[in-house]
Each structure stands twice: as structure tokens, then as C-alpha cells.
């Protein structure tokens, strides 16, 4: 498991000695969080697009940062193209449209620049 830390102005060079302890309820695990963005990106940007493995964020809330990875059913995995985040507490998928776009529009500059496009 990972965790994120975002917001820290860390100086360099810098010895850091990092204790983390963290207690809560963790209601939606890695696999359903993978899922439900699965089935977000199939729906809402496009079935060549799926959910990589999530990362466990500790903020004021747990929150699982999802990589959404675009594919190619000829060559496999094209790369990363965004990323979607989920409540870990909730489930409640965080993703608006301008977030929609943005993969979208990586998506197709990713498909651009493989040899496989048709151009």
C-alpha cells in the first residue's frame, strides 16, 4: 500500500523520518474501487479504456486514485491516460466532465502517436 502526500513544501537536500498512523473505516476496498471505475470509463469515455491498480490516498478522507489505462485489443495496454479518484468511505466516483475531457482527449493523443493508428 502506498500513500500520497500532496501539498508539502519540502526543501533539499532533507532527512525526513515519517511515522504514519491513520485509523478509519475503509468501506470500499481496491478490487470494488477498480470496478466501479471500470464501469465508469466503459460507460461515460469508452470500452478501450479500463481501471489500472488504485492507490490508497490519505487526505481528510481515504480515497482511491485510480489509473485509467487506454488499450488496444491488437497490442494490449497503450498507456495511462488519466486517472479517477473514488471514496474509499462512500464509493462516490470523482470525476466531472472537465475530468471526462481531459482522459478523452489524452486518449486520442495517445492513439495518435501509436503505430497502429490509421492515419
Known amino acids: 500500500m502506498k500513500a500520497a502526500f500532496a ?7 532533507v532527512t525526513v523520518d515519517i511515522n504514519l498512523r491513520v485509523s478509519g473505516e475503509i468501506v470500499v476496498g481496491s478490487l470494488a ?13 469508452g470500452n478501450l479504456c479500463s481501471a489500472g491498480e488504485p492507490e490508497l490516498l490519505v487526505a481528510d478522507s481515504f480515497l482511491w486514485r485510480v489509473p485509467v489505462l487506454l488499450t488496444n ?46 492515419e
Open 7 to 13: 501539498g508539502l513544501a519540502i526543501p533539499d537536500p
Open 33 to 45: 474501487a477498480r470496478q466501479k471505475v471500470n464501469r465508469f470509463v466503459v460507460s461515460q469515455i
Open 73 to 118: 485489443p491488437a497490442s494490449g495496454e497503450l498507456g495511462q491516460v488519466g486517472e479517477i479518484t473514488v471514496d474509499a468511505q462512500t464509493g462516490e466516483i470523482h470525476a466531472d466532465e472537465a475530468t471526462i475531457t481531459s482522459i478523452q482527449q489524452n486518449a486520442r493523443t495517445l492513439v495518435a502517436g501509436s503505430p497502429l493508428s490509421a
